[in-house]
């Protein structure tokens, strides 16, 4: 399956507009806190901060998903097990 744009819309229509930081682990499978903050510091990830809060749109989160650096995550994980 070709995972594009209009999947991640479809799989991620339930979230809101505007994502939390513990929504977006959940959005990328459930990965640590640590791992978002890093990804979220390096400016991977567009984001707000405000009022000690992260907000990520989910287009943002979507952009992510889709990129090169995302897709060599996921294979150094892959590599691992």
Known sequence: MVKNRAYYKELY????????LEQFRQMLGGIGDTTARKLI??????????????????????????????????HSLKVQV
Do not use: C, M, Q, W
């Open 41 to 74: 510091r390096a400016n991977r990830v567009k984001h707000f901060y405000i009022r000690g809060s992260y907000l990520i749109p989910k287009k943002s989160v979507i952009d992510y998903v889709l990129s090169d650096h995302y897709a060599e995550y996921k």
């Open 13 to 20: 229509k339930d979230y809101p507009d505007l994502v939390t």
